[in-house]
């Protein structure tokens, strides 16, 4: 829910950026639908293998979906409002992006429900020496609009214009299940990730590992909620040191499961970002990642749940080739349980990975083909 540092007025999430000025005809309103924000990759945004951070990777995804949404909803006239995250699918990091070429962020709304907005965001890596380009992540994501007067009052979404009815049917049966899956999460959700003295190496909880933050102003919308983008690049974090914990090695980020936000985080709460090792195959991790914030200035409210994610990652030799993970050893039935659920989730997206590829027939299986060139991303 935040905009580009360097394009605030390029791409200001507002449809009326003049004071005075009228709201925008439906005509203009359809520019709306669609939106390209470039950016150059700077030090600041490397990892410590010198390539871009996933977490800033997943911020810029979020970015950009932030706008065009809010953009969006705010196309007709009406009550103002800010659009608000509430949930990531699955994103997959195809290519690594290195320091010094340009992230070309594109966002296009390709369904709308009546309280909800689906954005699908893909970017490309250039390489303004030479101009090649090559894609790095594909993701799709969800907003709710949020009325400015009320942040807790959610607003309806203008309805978005289909080329063909075949995409409104598909848009909504997809709506359905993300619906259904974040009902499911977050009842699923209600553990709490304790630290263990002297564990053994190799088991959950020796790299387990949280992070504690106080939610400040630079965090924040406008209106006093955390940006989504913001969120996800402190769990990428998280996930890495448990990741880099376990195995002892470069590791980069291969996937992010779908991340679910269950509710907004408001300026002044205390966030404790959790991560623990779930699954590992070969080559690759699974670690979950949990949020949970306290609002320590209202008594009123307790410490809840706020998201939720599982990320992937592989481990790789200083050349870039992926490593034997060392295999995590579950110790008690909770730990066994998650254990066999992640390893349903690596088996069913590697079938259909595989499925995917048999019809090119020259890419081999999973992780191999997504890390051979160089390190990626933390």
């Not at 307790?302 to 050349?319: C, G, I, M, N």
């Amino acid at each position: 829910m935040e905009a580009f540092p360097l394009l605030l007025c390029a791409f200001s999430p507002w449809p009326c950026s003049i004071a005075g000025a009228e709201p925008v005809s439906s005509l203009e309103a359809s520019s709306f639908s669609s939106l390209l924000c470039p950016r150059i990759m700077r030090p600041d945004d490397a990892n410590v293998a010198g390539n871009v951070h996933g977490g800033t990777v997943l911020k810029m995804i979020e970015e950009a979906g932030a706008i065009i949404s809010t953009r969006h909803c705010n196309s007709q006239n009406g009550e103002r409002c800010v659009a608000a995250l509430a949930r990531v699918e699955r994103t997959d990091f195809l290519s690594p992006m290195c320091i010094g070429e340009v992230a070309h962020v594109s966002g296009e709304i390709t369904y709308t429900s009546k309280h909800s907005v689906e954005v699908q965001v893909n970017v490309m890596s250039e390489n303004i020496l030479t101009g090649i380009k090559k894609l790095t992540n594909k993701a799709t994501l969800w907003y709710v609009p949020l009325s400015l007067k009320n942040v807790d009052k959610v607003l309806e979404v203008p309805p978005v214009v289909y080329s063909r009815q075949e995409q409104e049917e598909e848009g909504r049966k997809r709506y359905e299940a993300q619906k259904l899956e974040r009902m499911e999460t977050k009842w699923r959700n209600g553990d709490i990730i304790q630290p263990v003295m002297n564990p053994e190496p190799n088991t959950v909880s020796y790299s387990q590992s949280s992070l504690i933050h106080l939610v400040g102003p630079s965090d924040c919308t406008l209106h006093g909620f955390v940006h989504g983008g913001v969120t996800m690049k402190l769990m990428d974090e998280v996930a890495g040191i448990v990741a880099a914990r376990h195995c002892k090695t470069n590791i980069v980020t291969a996937s992010v499961d779908a991340i679910n936000f269950h509710d907004k985080i408001r300026k002044g709460c205390v966030i404790t970002i959790s991560g623990r090792m779930t699954f590992t195959s070969n080559k690759s991790m699974e670690i979950e990642v949990l949020v949970d914030a306290d609002p320590v200035v209202d008594n009123s409210q307790k410490r809840y749940r706020a998201a939720s994610a599982f990320f992937t990652y592989v481990s790789l030799s200083q050349e870039g080739k992926p490593l034997p993970v060392p295999q995590l050893v579950p110790e008690t039935e909770d730990e066994k349980k998650r254990f066999e659920e992640g390893k349903g989730r690596y088996l069913q997206m590697k079938a259909k990975r595989q499925g995917q590829a048999e019809p090119r027939g020259k890419l081999p299986p999973w992780p191999e083909t997504q890390f051979t060139l160089r390190p990626g991303v933390v």
